[in-house]
């Protein structure tokens, strides 16, 4: 299975982004999965967080599947292979994972398939001006237009999708991973130490 990693960052965040890129090349390379990273701007009108859209869109061709990944999270190096998300999934176009407490979708982290479906629902979050206007979470940029098209059933997306509950692709705190199981230490909300954090695990690995 031909699978892509594609992650984003800019000068803004680039002191943990490098640091993570490090590790989740390591965790491709372990798997023989290509690790694509951008930092170039497309969309200088929106938050950065927007630019996983064009991106997918501009990489997804060359793959049987891509995983988006945020610049503040990385791979643990003894995860298991996500091809084994993915081949208990394949009746889906898209695999999400569920934030805090499982009430909405977080796309820090997300898995999609290479089909015309996956390519006109991500074409429609990116450039439904409708939706990006009355975004009811505006403070969730591209992730609160996205949690009001599932809510909204756009595209069947409910159909076409899956979302995994809370600490399996992702976990955000010390103390919630799953033993064995979580794939992604995900820094949101810890800007204080996310340099910290990613450069030491960096180190253990070496």
């Known amino acids: 299975m031909n699978i892509g990693v594609v992650m984003f960052y800019d000068k803004a965040i680039e002191s943990y982004g490098k640091l993570n890129y490090e590790i989740n090349k390591r965790y491709c390379d372990k798997h023989n999965f290509k690790i694509i990273l951008s930092t170039t701007k497309k969309l200088h009108d929106r938050h950065s967080a927007w630019e996983r859209l064009p991106l997918l869109l501009d990489t997804i061709s060359k793959f049987d599947y891509v995983m988006w990944i945020d610049a503040d999270a990385f791979f643990y190096k003894d995860a ?3 091809v084994d998300i993915i081949n208990k999934n394949t009746n889906v176009n898209f695999i999400f994972s569920n934030d805090v407490g499982d009430s909405n ?3 820090g982290v997300f898995i999609v398939k290479n089909s015309q479906y996956s390519i006109d629902f991500l074409n429609r979050w990116l450039h439904d001006k409708e939706l990006f206007k009355s975004n009811p979470y505006p403070q969730w940029w591209d992730q609160g237009v996205l949690i009001d098209m599932y809510n909204k059933n756009i595209l069947n997306i409910r159909e076409n ?3 995994l509950n809370y600490g ?3 976990h955000f705190f010390d103390n919630d991973k799953i033993e064995n199981e979580t794939y992604i230490y995900h820094l949101a909300g810890q800007s204080e130490k996310r340099n910290e954090i990613s450069n030491k695990y960096l180190k253990s690995l070496k």
């Open 80 to 82: 298991k292979s996500i």
């Open 105 to 107: 979708i977080n796309t």
């Open 161 to 163: 999708c899956i979302h």
């Open 168 to 170: 399996i692709l992702q």
